[in-house]
């Protein structure tokens, strides 16, 4: 028997429960994990509160991410004692995720903890970290360099935005942050490597299909009119990873940026990431992210607490990292 948070549907209304559960009800899966630490973030908080569509049948344990210690593995790619990081690929949404003290899962989800990063480190950087990595190293294969100009973050302030606001200092690029609360988090986006800080407002204003350009590249998480005005001001050549929805699905755009221009989009998926890409960039954040990175606002909770953070974290109550320690 382990522990885990079980979220169930009751007449419509999702109710989150910590229950005793039998390995025997895992579902299936090559590797067996004891579980370290999962993280708590706002497609979480969704699912655990019911108000976001996340979970696609229940009985579901939450956490989009997690870090542990294999067990049992059926995989020769793993054995017992290896370290894991676990982000994406559904769990928590239509499999099991890694709030819960055990997980099986299929070993192709899998990559190894980076020798040096420990569980909770691998967790503060997370689903969103990776997301982030993969963003910024698009941006070089596109080869978008320091010396080309400014590169432009959007959407800033949030879990993808702040670590590459992080990475891209660190790898030596001038960053603009934009973020909607520019007087808030002015500050420490300055701390974690921002040249300058803009207001979001500036990029919700209706944009023409070409206007000056100002950016060498830029990373994009939010999508719809802010990433149609953020294609109409990159520079010739320029380009954007794009890997945010939260603005909506639709692109105001026109054809002008991709043909006038040469401007390429890039999108970036973490699950749909090949394995290889995926260690590659998990090695590159534990060699890229300053010792600062991880003293940043970290509050370490335990399992007992989520449901009450979860209501917290969709209210816009808690700022920083979350992560669980199992």
Known sequence: MFKALVLNQEEKKTIAAIQQVEESQLPEGDVLIDVDYSSLNFKDGLAITGKGKIVRQFPMVPGIDLSGTVTESSDDRYKAGDKVVLTGWGVGEGHWGGMAEKARLKADWLVPQPEGLSGKQAMMIGTAGLTAMLCVQALVDAGIKPEHGEVLVTGASGGVGSVAVTLLSQLGYQVAAVTG??????????QLGAARI????????????????????????????????????????????????????????????????????????????????????????NELLPASFYEQACREVQLEEVAECAEAITNGQITGRVVIKL
């Open 181 to 190: 609360r520019a007087e808030a988090n002015g500050e420490l986006l300055k």
């Open 198 to 285: 803009i207001e979001r407002s500036e990029f919700e204003e209706p944009s023409r299909p070409l206007e000056k350009q100002i950016w060498a590249g830029a990373v994009d998480t939010v999508g719809s009119k802010v990433l149609a005005k953020v294609l109409a001001q990159v520079d010739y050549n320029g380009a954007v990873a794009a890997c945010g929805l939260a603005g909506g699905f639709d692109l105001p755009t026109t054809v002008m940026p991709f043909i006038l221009r040469n401007v390429s989009l890039l999108g970036v998926d973490s699950v749909m990431c090949p394995f290889e890409k995926r260690q590659q960039a998990w090695k590159r954040l």
